[in-house]
């Protein structure tokens, strides 16, 4: 079965500090690949996604994920977080199976950034 | 600007009873999805559908029913038979259906259920 691991539950982080949340997944065949933010009490808000080309994506408020095929990981990294930055981000893959494409979630990482 | 719209964003309700959420888009998408969020669960699917008057089970249908009379329409009714209704519940859209597009998907804003 398909699958996404989002090791870590809770990454705490002071401001300004780099951060990086873990994602992994489990497929051998063509994925696409997602990262999702949602504040408090409000729906999910796509930060980047991987469908093709470059491995190393660019999204919104400064954050970039590199798509590592051999290691089947998407890990998502800011060099220098601030308070704003403070959600739950989610992990999601799209495996490609050519009969019944699935989109799979994480169970997602509470990121909190102190002052 | 066009979105999917919840309502209502919080919703009470006693054990025993039904109740629907409302979920509209103006995106002019074909597939919506309801999704039930639980803390240190994820997302977790519970109906989706990729066309007009059709739609299929997700991973935790039991206790809930949806329909899809209009395209911009996919409200979710949670039942009597539905065991541990309080959640948080979201609602998605995609341009095309799963197995025609790239699986990202549009969120609505959520809408909060407690069954007292």
């Known amino acids: 079965a398909q699958s996404v691991t989002q090791l870590d539950s809770q990454v705490p982080v002071f401001e300004e500090a780099p951060v990086e949340l873990r994602c992994n997944y489990s497929s051998s065949v063509s994925v696409y690949l997602f990262w999702y933010v949602q504040y408090p009490n409000q729906g999910l808000q796509l930060l980047l996604k991987y469908l093709s080309g470059s491995t190393l994506v660019k999204g919104i408020n400064g954050f970039e994920a590199e798509f590592n095929k051999s290691q089947t990981s998407f890990h998502l990294r800011k060099p220098s977080v601030h308070i704003s930055d403070t959600a739950e981000y989610f992990c999601a893959v799209y495996i490609l199976t050519g009969g019944g494409n699935k989109l799979t979630f994480g169970t997602g990482t509470q990121l909190k950034v102190e002052l | 600007d066009g979105g999917i719209t919840q309502s209502p964003k919080y919703l009470f309700r006693k054990e025993g009873q039904n109740v629907t959420l409302s979920c509209e888009q103006n995106?002019?998408?074909?597939?919506m999805y309801w999704y039930r969020q639980d803390p240190g669960q994820g997302l977790r699917l519970i109906y989706y559908s990729q066309i007009v008057n059709d739609f299929q089970k997700g991973d935790i249908a039991e206790g809930y029913s949806v329909s899809r009379e209009k395209k911009e329409s996919f409200p979710l009714t949670v039942t009597s038979a539905q065991k541990n209704p309080t959640a948080f519940y979201l609602c998605?859209?995609?341009?095309?259906?799963?197995?025609?597009?790239?699986?990202?998907?549009?969120f609505g804003e959520g809408s909060r259920l407690t069954v007292l």
């Open positions: 995106l002019n998408h074909d597939a």
């Open positions: 998605a859209s995609s341009i095309k259906a799963l197995g025609r597009g790239t699986g990202e998907l549009f």
